[in-house]
């Protein structure tokens, strides 16, 4: 596929770009228009200050233009894109309130129960203050390979009687001992209707830091240490043990947690905020 349209903050990019007789934007003009941003894979990049950030103006100009329905409120969540999971405390909400929602059985159409529709308005009160969240598009700032000593990916999985998951951060060591921490990625779901206890569902939250783990190291072009988290000493322990000791729930999510992280030796307890870490290797 030809590539036409280009854009960069780099002035000596842009320069080739055009020498070659690209189709490029302004460097200057690019970098004096904040609000009016690039979208990178459907997110929008500032090239001024080479941040991710969101425009909500579009879900803000469709809120209360509607009657509070399952289909209105399914409208207004679909309207947030957000594929790294920059936005993951607050989209699991609006899909813990849909869950709820789906529960009552209610038609496309029809009224939600006014201490739903209060949950909904408050989540909804909430959406202007997420054109303040900007995060890095690089990892590493200005840190040069030869500067770095150490290269960590964290995942921290937590669990709750309505939902779990899981987020990654990089953490970077430098030889100075400067360190750097970058977010990476966060994955959230809403529990099962069927009630699970806690522990499990700490386990899925596991689970979820592995499948997430696996799919950011494929796209990494340099080795990482994993260090997996969490605060539950029974899901450690259920990590920490052999699958076939296990009923087939916990049995089959230890397994592919197991074979996800080609384990070996699990680290002994260490005080944190929570239970401790879990596991880690090298990739």
Sequence with gaps: MYLRKWRTNSPELLAKLKELGFEVEDFEDSLDKPLVPSKVLGVCWNP????????TRGIENCLFKGHETKRYILQVAGRIFDPIGILGPFTIRIKCLLQEIWSLGLDWDEGIPEQTAVKFR?????????????VPRHYFAFALNKDIDDIQLHLFADASPKAYGTVAYLRIKLKDNTVMVSFVASKGRVAPLKTLSLPRLELMGALL???????????????VTKVFWTDSSITY???KGSPERFKVFVKNRVKEIHQSNSMGSLPRERKSSGFDLSWTRRD
């Design 48 to 55: 001024k200050t080479d941040e991710f950030h969101f425009d």
């Design 122 to 134: 408050e989540w909804c009160d909430d959406i202007k203050g997420l054109s303040n969240i900007r």
């Design 209 to 223: 830091s592995a499948r997430l783990s696996d799919k950011i190291v494929k796209g990494l072009e340099f080795p």
């Design 237 to 239: 322990f259920w990590i």
